[in-house]
């Protein structure tokens, strides 16, 4: 297993994704036992195919604490938040850190990754967490905010998420910047904001929405 990342080189590679928020050192000590996790994981089954740690916290932690930022700027009286087809926890779980007041629920269709995800939960000790082995179009709840990143079947999946969105609620969507006008036209009674592109990365935006 490689070295633990310190928390100096955890900050100076997250610097350009913090903007607005304010961490301080246990939630700096939460991306480390996240990363710690992922990469023992890995290792056995297929999380991510990033395995280089530094690009693994730029690349996941990096872009899902920028997402974080636009929900606190965008949907800023946010009390729920519902991650979909979480994976590796992304962009959930560092959003949860990063706002530890919002309630998650992360739904992950396959055990194994949700067994991870549970895991994960358990060793952050994050109250207000939850993990769901479930499919999205199965879930009868709503939230105040819905994120989605990476998942396939994004047109199909679209639709689902914004059910579960509370009225009033946003969306916020990790995605290509190609992937911009096809949100909006699907849906186009959400009020869209501006994609906002992620720092070190050329074609990737976080795009949010809040429902009319």
């Given amino acids: 297993m490689l070295p633990r ?10 610097k350009p994704f913090v903007t607005s928020l304010e961490l301080n050192d246990s939630q700096y000590a939460q991306f480390s036992t996240h990363l710690d996790l992922l990469l023992k994981w890995n290792a056995r089954m297929n999380l991510t195919s990033v395995r280089d740690p530094e690009q693994l ?7 899902s604490l920028f997402a974080a930022a636009q929900v606190q700027a965008n949907c800023p009286h946010a009390t729920s ?3 979909l087809g979480s994976g590796a926890g992304f962009p959930g779980i560092p959003i949860k850190i990063a706002l530890p007041k919002v309630k998650l629920t992360l739904v992950e269709s396959q055990q194994k990754k949700a067994t991870f995800l549970r895991e994960v939960v358990r060793a952050l000790k994050m109250p207000g967490a939850q ?3 479930s499919r999205a179009e199965t879930l009868e709840l709503t939230a105040d905010v819905v994120s989605l990143r990476a998942v396939e079947n994004f047109t199909r999946i679209l ?5 579960l969105v509370a009225d009033g609620g946003c969306l916020a969507l990790l995605i290509g910047a190609g992937q911009s006008g096809e949100a909006t036209s699907l849906l186009p009674h959400f009020t869209w904001d501006e994609p906002r592109p992620i720092p070190l990365s050329e074609r990737r935006v976080v795009l949010t929405g809040t429902q009319a």
């Fill in 159 to 163: 639709p689902i998420a914004e059910k």
């Fill in 5 to 14: 990342m310190d928390s100096i080189r955890i900050r100076e590679l997250l």
């Fill in 131 to 133: 993990v769901l082995n």
């Fill in 57 to 63: 916290m730029v690349r996941h932690f990096g872009e």
């Fill in 81 to 83: 938040l519902v991650d």
